[in-house]
């Protein structure tokens, strides 16, 4: 099982992440230190929050710039959990597209367009896979429920090399779950998610 380092930047359930790491024997720290960074096989970006706060956290940690070499130089496998799958893309409406994201999916984080639907979408729903092959899905059904909670999305696709998983319907479908090369993305929280989740991770990790 490789290393993992979970990014420290005082936002997200990392906790909780740690917690469901441990129960299937991953060696996991919480970290935003350089050298445990630079030796880890693998990164997780969680988070809960807003974008502009979760940018603002990554600046004043001195992240951006780590974060960039691990990933587009080194090729780093990252995974993004909800805010953190947000801030791997350009921007957010949230605020009016006025704050960029740190770019490395050239994908557009909108609203949800949940109709008359409450938001956030908390709690429970389904995947709906687009590639049902992919290892991340394996042993994974489409009717399994994960963990949901947000307000805002990646409803299109406009990154020709980003790959969607699957998709979410909540009033409209949006994009629950993708990859382009080393960067993996999925919009509900794995570590909420029971059984489903930890399948999700040990299928990531092995």
Not at 66 to 74: A, F, Q, R
Not at 123 to 142: A, P, V
């Amino acid at each position: 099982m490789p290393k993992i380092c979970i990014i420290d930047y005082e936002l997200g359930n990392v906790m909780s992440l740690q917690n469901a790491l441990n129960k299937i024997n991953i060696e996991n720290k919480i970290s935003r230190e350089l050298e445990i960074i630079n030796n880890s096989d693998f990164l997780i970006l969680p988070g809960v929050g807003s974008f502009e706060k979760g940018m603002s956290q990554l600046k004043k940690f001195n992240l951006i710039e780590i974060l960039n070499k691990e990933v587009l130089v080194k090729k780093k496998k990252i995974l993004g959990i909800c805010l953190g799958f947000h801030l791997m893309c350009k921007s957010s409406s949230e605020f009016d597209n006025s704050i960029e994201g740190l770019g490395w999916l050239n994908l557009n984080v909108e609203k949800l367009m949940a109709q008359n639907l409450r938001l956030p979408h908390t709690g429970w729903n389904t995947f709906s896979f687009i590639d049902n092959k992919s290892k991340t899905m394996k042993k994974i059904r489409n009717d399994n429920f994960l963990c949901f909670n947000h307000s805002y999305c990646i409803q299109k696709n406009t990154d020709q090399n980003f790959k969607i998983l699957s998709k979410t319907l909540y009033g409209n479908e949006f994009i629950s779950s993708g990859n382009k090369n080393n960067i993996y993305g999925i919009q509900p929280h794995p570590e909420k998610s029971q059984d489903v989740g930890l399948k999700f991770f040990k299928n990531l990790f092995s």
